[in-house]
Nanobody
Framework: QVQLVESGGGLVQAGGSLRLSCAASGSISSNNAMGWYRQAPGKERELVATISSGGTTIYTESVKGRFTISRGNAKNTAYLQMSSLKPEDTAVYYC???????????WGQGTQVTVSS
C-alpha cells in the first residue's frame, strides 16, 4: 500500500521560512504528479502547488514568488520551500501524489504550519 509522510511543519514568525518534505512509499509508479494542499480552520482544502513528473509547476496566486515546489532525486519525493511566510499561510499542509497511468490519488496525513504575526 502507498504511504505519504510529510515533515517540516512548525511554528514560525511572519517573514520566516519553512521547508516541507514529502516522501511517498509503497507500490507507486515514478510517473506521478505531486502536490501540496492546505486547509485552514473553517476553510476548504486548497491547492498550494503541484509539480509533474517532468518538473512542470503550478502555484496558487497567493504563494507565487514566495513558495517553491520541487522534486527530489527520487521521483516519489517532493518539497515545498516556503519563504516570506504570512499569518494567512497558517494551515495544515497535505502532500498528494497522483499516478498518471491509472489516476489513483493518495494523501498524506498533513503537517501543521503556523505563522505568527
Amino acid at each position: 500500500q502507498v504511504q505519504l509522510v510529510e515533515s517540516g511543519g512548525g511554528l514560525v514568525q511572519a517573514g520566516g521560512s519553512l521547508r516541507l518534505s514529502c516522501a511517498a512509499s509503497g507500490s507507486i509508479s515514478s510517473n506521478n504528479a505531486m502536490g501540496w494542499y492546505r486547509q485552514a480552520p473553517g476553510k476548504e482544502r486548497e491547492l498550494v502547488a503541484t509539480i509533474s513528473s517532468g518538473g512542470t509547476t503550478i502555484y496558487t496566486e497567493s504563494v507565487k514568488g514566495r513558495f517553491t515546489i520541487s522534486r527530489g532525486n527520487a521521483k516519489n519525493t517532493a518539497y515545498l520551500q516556503m519563504s516570506s511566510l504570512k499569518p494567512e499561510d497558517t494551515a495544515v499542509y497535505y502532500c498528494k501524489v497522483s499516478q498518471l497511468w491509472d489516476g489513483n490519488t493518495y494523501w498524506g496525513q498533513g503537517t501543521q504550519v503556523t505563522v505568527s504575526s
